[in-house]
């Protein structure tokens, strides 16, 4: 609906008192009127007439200030009578515009808040984190920081240097003493789990995606030195893992998750943006396996730590880090951010969850045994993700 049209007359267009003699277009939204020499009273005629049949809830008519004067002095007072002179008044003229132009404002702040209700969507609280993803991105393959897989784009990104980062992480105690470690499956971090499997740890993997299965877990002492490697990729994981359930009774030492960016200063984290990383730390959460003393770790290039996120706009699982291993160092956050507790049903989506065979399962289960419906998080349109190889 429109709910106010605006008519802008120059000066040069008036001739013989009130007749337009040029050609021009008068537009009401998407409605344009050619006008070629009109009467300005027959196009006043002719504006009530759209604002009838294109439900105009109300039309301003602004020309310069001795046009109309010259316009409303002409007009008759009805189509019945004769025409008289009616001297203009400007003040209640411009009193009666910005009134309806007020009226107009508001009927159309209603109706957009009412298509929105309506339509469930609502400005995305998530939007400054792809801002600074695609800084990120942009900036990687801008100075050739990056590493294949590329486009590095919708992905956790690899990047040169990403075994320095991975050796300086190897050195951790928190590394060294522990006996099972979960490392995310992306490129960056497959020395990682290289140095866990070749350092006899259990190596717990997410399966790609979560999209079919859940975790894998590696045995160091199941394979030989020519297929650690292998079982260092996603292919190999499949191949040489046991997958694991929601009822496995495992402890997990150490999380080491892929970020795109990170503060160092308050340990937040930004990852791909398609939730994984906080959907498996919240599964782990809710099978005993980890707590708020275990260490989560990340590697990244130096160039990916940022200063400008906003620990107040973070979500409730959103998870921080505790320590960043670069190429040139580790840092240690001694992050304030409270750790997720489990997995948050209010803040995940249908679709997320329609995405997420284990997730499912685990609704029906816990529905079961509670007697209890869960409650559902809004609706999202899901990002895009990074074009893979098979």
């Given amino acids: 609906m429109i709910s106010q049209a605006k008519i802008q007359l120059p000066e040069m267009m008036l001739m013989d008192s009130c007749l337009l003699r040029n050609s021009h277009q008068f537009t009401f939204g998407s409605i344009s009127i050619p006008v070629r020499a009109i009467p300005i009273l027959d196009l006043l005629n002719q504006t009530q007439k759209c604002r009838q049949s294109h439900s105009l809830s109300s039309l301003s008519v602004s020309l310069p200030t001795s046009s109309r004067k010259l316009l409303f002095a002409r007009r008759s007072s009805s189509s019945n009578g004769p025409q008289t002179d009616v001297a203009f008044d400007e003040a209640a003229y411009e009193a009666e515009r910005l009134s309806l132009d007020a009226k107009a404002r508001e009927q159309m702040a209603e109706t957009s808040k009412i298509e929105t209700e309506q339509s469930g969507v609502a400005e995305d609280p998530k ?14 393959e801008a100075r050739n920081i990056a590493q294949n897989p590329r486009p590095v784009h919708h992905r956790i990104p690899n990047f040169v240097g990403a075994s320095a980062a991975a050796d300086k992480l190897g050195g951790l105690e928190a590394f060294r003493v522990g006996d099972c470690v979960k490392v995310n499956p992306d490129s960056p971090q497959k020395q990682v789990r290289f140095l866990t499997l070749s350092g006899e740890k259990k190596l717990l993997t997410p399966q790609p995606r979560l999209r079919t299965g859940f975790f894998s877990v590696l045995e160091p002492y199941l394979l030989s030195p020519s297929t650690i490697k292998e079982a260092c990729t996603s292919v190999g994981a499949a191949k040489y893992g046991r997958p694991i359930g929601l009822d496995e009774k495992i402890k997990v030492d150490l999380i080491v998750i892929g970020s795109v960016a990170v503060d160092p200063r308050t340990g937040a984290r930004l990852g791909k943006g398609e939730g994984f990383a906080e ?29 400008d996120i906003p620990t107040e706009k973070l979500l409730i699982h959103d998870v921080p880090v505790d320590i960043i291993c670069t190429p040139t160092q580790v840092i240690f956050t001694n992050t304030s951010i409270p750790k997720p507790q489990g997995i948050y049903w209010d803040k995940l989506s249908p679709e997320k969850l329609g995405q997420i065979r284990i997730l499912r399962e685990l609704k029906r289960r816990i529905e079961r045994e509670t007697g209890q419906k869960l409650p559902c998080g809004p609706s999202e349109k899901l990002p895009p993700t990074a074009r893979r190889g098979r």
């Fill in 127 to 140: 939007a400054w984190k792809w801002v600074i993803r695609k800084r990120i991105w942009d900036m990687m």
């Fill in 279 to 307: 959907l498996e730390y919240g599964m782990l959460r809710f099978m005993g396996a980890i707590d708020d003393s275990t260490p989560v770790v990340t590697t990244v290039h130096d160039s990916q730590l940022v200063d």
